[in-house]
């Protein structure tokens, strides 16, 4: 019998706010899993620190729950470990583009073959909701005793300027969006992103359900409100690089980067560039170290008999202080 959503459920006890996206967002990963029936030795969940964090902990695989802003490293390293492992890694916008952005912009370069989601609502909800780096300049949330003093972060853009291959946003609420989203990020051949709109209705009073459904805009010929979110698929849009001619890869570019300033009255969601021409680093790196892909790191022996196998003695003298 295969696996089910059930089996990718644990039973740790989840004190999120009630309403909160992130929960749509961990259904999502779930569901996700179970259909592309993925064993669950052959899958981990890496967090960072904030809400987020505690996604390792309620989905059952392997779990790593890391250090502030520095989940993407964590991950990485796992999949360079074990390539046959499938990698997620998810954290909050503060997490991952605040402390941890000199470390999206460096994996971008690289391009592991893994996904990483960040949970987007622009506020650090752990921490009684300061600006987190996608709050715009002069936004005032309720959490907040002046309005943002800094510029925000475009988190599409910058996924696509540091090289991520595979660049989407998703709306925590559209679970099944988001469910597709993931599957086709965890079966893209390198580094995958997503970016998860998500409403914090504890903190953040101006990006809620009710906005993002457009309540506040009113269709004047149906007296309906105007939804903000639409997906890119619908509207005949081809994120997909084809060939591996820089022109097209440039418009491609262009037309992701263009994409991602559309805000506050319609907001896109769903693939904004795919490039599987790229090569890997795991498959970049098969012919610089001789037997990768069959001794990786995961299968070296560290050990024999209870002793290590490597003699770092004269390392460790040569550091002694007399």
């Not at 650090?124 to 972060?153: D, F, H, I, R």
């Not at 209705?201 to 359900?209: G, K, S, V």
Request: one cysteine or more; hydrophobic letters at 35%.
């Amino acid at each position: 019998m295969g696996l089910k959503i059930k089996d990718f459920k644990t039973d740790a006890h989840n004190d999120w706010c009630p309403g909160c996206g992130d929960f749509g967002i961990v259904n999502a990963i779930q569901m996700s899993l179970a259909d592309m029936q993925i064993p669950r030795h052959k899958s981990a969940i890496f967090s960072g620190i904030g809400c987020s964090g505690k996604t390792s902990h309620f989905i059952n695989v392997y779990g790593v729950h890391t250090l502030h802003g520095r989940v993407l490293p964590f991950a990485q390293g796992a999949k360079i470990a074990n390539p046959e492992m499938n990698i997620i890694a998810v954290g909050g916008d503060g997490d991952g583009l605040g402390i941890g952005a000199g470390h999206f912009v460096a994996a971008g370069r690289r391009n592991v073959d893994m996904t990483y989601i960040i949970f987007d609502n622009g506020v650090y909800g752990l921490t009684k909701g300061q600006a987190s780096p996608t709050l715009k300049l002069g936004e005032q949330t309720k959490s907040l005793s002046n309005p943002n003093p800094n510029y925000n972060v475009n988190p599409i853009a910058l996924a696509i300027a540091s090289g991520f291959t595979f660049v989407a946003r998703s709306y925590s609420y559209d679970v099944r969006q988001l469910k597709d989203l993931i599957t086709a990020a965890v079966k893209h051949p390198g580094l995958s992103f997503i970016d998860v709109l998500q409403p914090c209705p504890t903190y953040n009073d101006l990006y809620t359900r009710d906005w993002f459904a457009g309540t506040d805009q009113i269709d004047e010929k149906t007296s309906k409100p105007m939804p903000r979110i639409y997906d890119l698929a619908e509207s005949g849009y081809d994120p997909i690089v084809h060939y591996s001619n820089l022109d097209e890869v440039n418009e491609k570019l262009s037309q992701a980067l263009s994409k991602s300033l559309e805000w506050n009255i319609k907001i896109p969601t769903g693939i904004f560039y795919k490039n599987e021409l790229i090569t890997p680093y795991t498959k970049r790196i098969t012919d610089k170290i001789p037997n990768y892909r069959e001794n990786p790191a995961s299968k070296q022996k560290i050990s024999k008999n209870g002793k290590p196998t490597t003699d770092i003695s004269k390392i460790l003298d040569s550091m002694l202080v007399s």
